[in-house]
């Protein structure tokens, strides 16, 4: 599986958009891009994933770039809630294929 | 939907007694995950199961640790004598085929051996 490059951390104001960088250089044309985030002492939670396109739900947007060597997850009004660690991951598609964790990024929304 | 259900939330055990972390996945999800987790290694993949058959198991660290699916609606890790760095927060998920389809994880079992 592709390895993934995050930043340590990053913080925003509240209400202002977040945006969160994930390096994937090494990526493969049938990968797919996953985003998972974990609050304190919470179970990791699915945000969005996406192959080639960008997506958007009701959580967050995925802007993969063209060359899908980078992706930038955006939180468009992030809340005091949103603090959280942030996990970029790349994984192939398959009945069989499996999420491995790298440290992530973690969020601080500050008021 | 209640989500995948973990037990006990916490544990608090005695190096070289049995421990065994239970899980319930999400109705109609036929592939269920065990990780552990801790701070200094992260978030680990122990085993999973498609269809109640074990998969992967690469990541069980030792014979110390074994893993079951009897059926669809129940699984249990358990570690056997457990030791001090066991301790750690056990997270089970569940994820139905289909690559739209995101993992769900439970709350986690944080288990601490004295």
């Known amino acids: 599986d592709a390895k993934t490059t995050q930043p340590p951390s990053m913080d925003c104001a509240e209400g202002r958009a977040a945006n969160l960088p994930c390096n994937h250089s090494t990526i493969s044309g049938n990968e797919y891009v996953y985003w998972y985030r974990q609050i304190h002492s919470q179970g990791p939670q699915y945000i969005i994933h996406g192959l080639k396109n960008n997506e958007t739900n009701e959580m967050a947007s995925l802007i993969i770039t063209e060359d899908r060597k980078s992706s930038t997850l955006i939180l468009p009004h992030a809340t005091l809630r949103d603090t959280a660690v942030y996990y970029c991951?790349?994984?192939?598609?398959?009945?069989?294929?499996?999420?491995?964790f790298g440290k992530g990024i973690t969020l601080s929304v500050r008021p | 939907d209640a989500g995948v259900i973990q037990s006990p939330r916490h544990e608090v055990t005695e190096m070289g007694q049995e421990v065994t972390l239970r899980c319930k996945p999400i109705?109609?999800?036929?592939?269920l995950f065990w990780y552990r987790q801790t701070m200094m290694r992260g978030l680990e993949l122990l085993i999973y199961f498609n269809n109640n058959v074990p998969i992967d198991d690469s990541g069980m660290p030792e014979d110390r640790f074994s893993a079951k699916m009897p059926n669809a609606s129940f699984s249990t890790l358990k570690i056997q004598p457990s030791e001090p760095r066991d301790s750690a927060v056990y997270f089970c998920a569940s994820r139905r085929t289909g690559t739209g389809n995101g993992y769900t994880f439970g709350s986690g079992t944080r288990l601490t051996v004295v």
């Open positions: 991951i790349v994984t192939p598609p398959g009945a069989n294929s499996k999420l491995t």
């Open positions: 109705s109609g999800h036929d592939y």
